[in-house]
Structures are given as structure tokens and as C-alpha cells.
């Protein structure tokens, strides 16, 4: 009775040994029970019944999923080539194993379909220059989705924008053009400030003639300043008002007339011989 009764303790011992499970942190097991579900099990310890009960493990943790390169044209009618980085976690595990097949597949391909119609919906100016805002839309779409699959997103992010190589030309002179406009209405606002000014200093130079003469000086200093060259430049007659102003006033008085009032003639003036004799 003993030889027969060892063999089936060990059998039993060996059966619920068997059944024993240990599950990390970050791991749930969806327990089926004669294809049945029971729920999620774990962390830790668990113990599934051989033969009678199987599980599937589901992580907890944020997967990075890639998504690969679409194809996609734009509502301006551009082909590119548009990859992007989906985050996303298992909040119910029993929804992600029973809701949907593979929950990593079809959300892999729910985000792929997701891009190319939310991008072929807008315009390459709007894809360049907005790119949170088609982030957030990009996530709102699949998160919605896939909620029924006990899957949070959460985040999408457009990665890489690959243009054809005229379009790249294209923008490559746009932009050129754009730093050109920038370079000549600079260039307009500083003749418009400069003429201000010169406009300015012309109405404070009127008002004070010396000033003119004084900025004439100036500009005579710094010609001279200049080695072996020649410079020919008019006098203006305003220098020399002063002068002849002066010699007018002390202009000297006309020689005596003869008794008759008349002048003699400069060839009848006495000479000094003349009056010698």
C-alpha cells in the first residue's frame, strides 16, 4: 500500500507544484479558467490549476511603438513620406486580451491609417509650422479608438518629414527670397531714418548761416587731409563780406580839382620834376 501511496503524493506534489506562477510589478495575468475568464491576477505569487486553467501575461509599462514611413499627399497636393512615435499603455488588461487579437498590431496599424488621413487633410506650410497641433490631434483620434481595447495613448509625435527634392529647391528659394525682402526693407528703413535726419540737419543749418560756413571749414579740413591730391573748390563770397564791408568804409578821398571845379586828367598831374622846375 506505501509503494503505491508515494508515487501519488509525489504525483500531487509535483501536479501543485506545477500550478505555481510568479508575476514582476509591471505584469498582469489574464486567468482563464476551463475557457472562462477570471479576471487579471498578480503582482507576485499566483497559482493556475495545470490542465484546467491557462493565462496570458500583459505588461503595464509604456511601450514606444514606430510607426514606419506613409506615404501620404497633402491637401496642396505634395507627396511625402511622414514616420511617427506612438506611446501608448495597457490600462485594462482582460480588455486588451479579450477586446482585440493583438492589441500591439492593430494599434500599429490603426495609427498608420490614423496619419495618412489626418495629414492628407492638411497643408505642408501647416505640417512644417504646426507640428504640436497635429500631434495632439493624432492622439486624440487613436486614443478615442482604442480605448474600447483598454489602451491609453499617450502621446503621438510626427518624427520625420521627408519632401521630394524639387520641393526642397522650392522652399531652399523661398526662403532665399524671403531673407532678400527682409535685406531691402531693412535697407529702406535706414535710407527713410537717415534722409530724417539729414532733413533735420538742414533745418538747424538754415536757421544759423555761420553753421554753413563753419560745416564748409570742415569739409576743406578733412580734404586737406588727404595726401598728393589737388583739390579745386569756389570761395564763397559771403567769407569776404566782412572784409569789403570794411574797406568800403574807409575807402580813401579824390584828389583837388583846378579853381574851375574841373579834375585834371591823370597824364597832367605835376611830376616831381615838374615841380622842381
Known amino acids: 500500500m506505501e509503494n503505491f501511496l508515494l508515487p501519488i503524493l509525489l504525483g500531487v506534489g509535483f501536479y501543485l507544484f506545477s500550478g505555481l506562477r510568479v508575476l514582476r510589478e509591471y505584469e498582469r495575468a489574464v486567468y482563464f479558467f476551463l475557457g472562462r475568464s477570471w479576471g487579471a491576477k498578480g503582482p507576485g505569487l499566483i497559482y493556475l490549476p495545470p490542465l484546467f486553467a491557462r493565462m496570458q501575461k500583459v505588461s503595464l509599462r509604456v511601450v514606444a511603438m514606430d510607426i514606419p514611413p506613409q506615404d501620404v499627399i497633402t491637401r496642396d497636393n505634395i507627396s511625402i513620406k511622414v514616420n511617427a512615435v506612438l506611446y501608448m499603455l495597457v490600462k485594462d488588461p482582460v480588455k486588451a486580451v479579450i477586446g482585440v487579437e493583438n492589441y500591439l498590431y492593430a494599434t500599429?496599424?490603426?495609427?498608420?491609417?490614423?496619419?495618412r488621413?489626418?495629414?492628407?487633410e492638411t497643408?505642408?506650410?501647416e505640417l512644417l509650422m504646426n507640428r504640436e497641433k497635429i500631434n495632439a490631434i493624432?492622439?486624440?483620434?487613436?486614443?478615442t479608438r482604442t480605448e474600447d481595447w483598454g489602451i491609453t495613448v499617450s502621446a503621438v509625435e510626427v518624427k520625420d518629414v521627408d519632401l521630394p527634392p524639387e520641393m526642397k529647391r522650392a522652399m531652399a528659394r523661398q526662403a532665399e527670397a524671403e531673407r532678400e525682402r527682409r535685406a531691402k526693407v531693412i535697407n529702406a528703413e535706414g535710407e527713410l531714418q537717415a534722409s530724417e535726419k539729414l532733413a533735420q540737419a538742414a533745418r538747424i543749418i538754415g536757421s544759423e548761416p555761420a553753421a554753413i560756413q563753419l560745416r564748409y571749414?570742415?569739409?576743406v579740413t578733412e580734404i586737406a587731409s588727404e595726401k598728393n591730391s589737388t583739390t579745386i573748390f569756389p570761395i564763397p563770397i559771403d567769407l569776404f563780406k566782412g572784409l569789403l564791408d570794411a574797406i568800403k568804409g574807409?575807402?580813401?578821398p579824390a584828389l583837388p580839382a583846378k579853381a574851375s571845379g574841373e579834375s585834371l586828367p591823370p597824364a597832367q598831374l605835376p611830376s616831381k620834376d615838374?615841380?622842381?622846375?
Open 138 to 143: 493624432l492622439k486624440n483620434i487613436i486614443d
Open 274 to 277: 615838374r615841380v622842381q622846375a
Open 123 to 125: 497643408e505642408m506650410d
Open 108 to 115: 500599429s496599424q490603426l495609427a498608420q491609417t490614423t496619419l
Open 217 to 219: 571749414l570742415q569739409t
Open 250 to 252: 574807409g575807402r580813401a
Open 117 to 120: 488621413s489626418v495629414l492628407g
